[in-house]
């Protein structure tokens, strides 16, 4: 059993900041990395983010690079995602994830129950 759950979401206006944190626990699986996705009302669930466990490379969503950040934590089994300069088109529950670090959703066998962020005009 593999379990995630974020947290930091919330109410933000129009160029401000939040910092989402998700925290896994469970059995232990093998961990090749961890991202984010996010999902707003009527749309498919889009890629933000990823961390590469092996070599720490991070990759991101064209809609989030250069405002959002990745990091985390393998030991810990913690990832965050610093969110900068946030525009409501970010308005979205994000979800966290474990597999294998790429922006298909289909390489994660292990998600979050998402965490509601919107920002206001």
């Known amino acids: 059993q593999v379990q995630l759950v974020e947290s930091g979401g919330g109410l933000v206006q129009a160029g401000g900041s939040l910092r989402l944190s998700c925290a896994a626990s469970?059995?232990?699986?093998?961990?090749?990395?961890m991202g984010w996705f996010r999902q707003a009302p009527g749309k498919e669930r889009e890629f933000v983010a990823a961390?590469?466990?092996?070599?720490?490379?991070?990759y991101y969503g064209d809609s989030v690079k250069g405002r959002f950040t990745i990091s985390g934590d393998n030991a810990k089994n913690t990832v965050s995602l610093q969110m900068n300069g946030l525009k409501p088109e970010d308005t979205a529950v994000y979800f966290c994830?474990?597999?294998?670090?790429?922006?298909?959703?289909?390489?994660?066998?292990?998600w979050g129950q998402g965490t509601q962020v919107t920002v206001s005009s």
């Open positions: 961390i590469r466990w092996s070599t720490g490379a991070t």
């Open positions: 469970g059995r232990t699986f093998t961990r090749y990395g």
């Open positions: 994830a474990a597999g294998q670090s790429s922006a298909s959703m289909s390489t994660y066998p292990y």
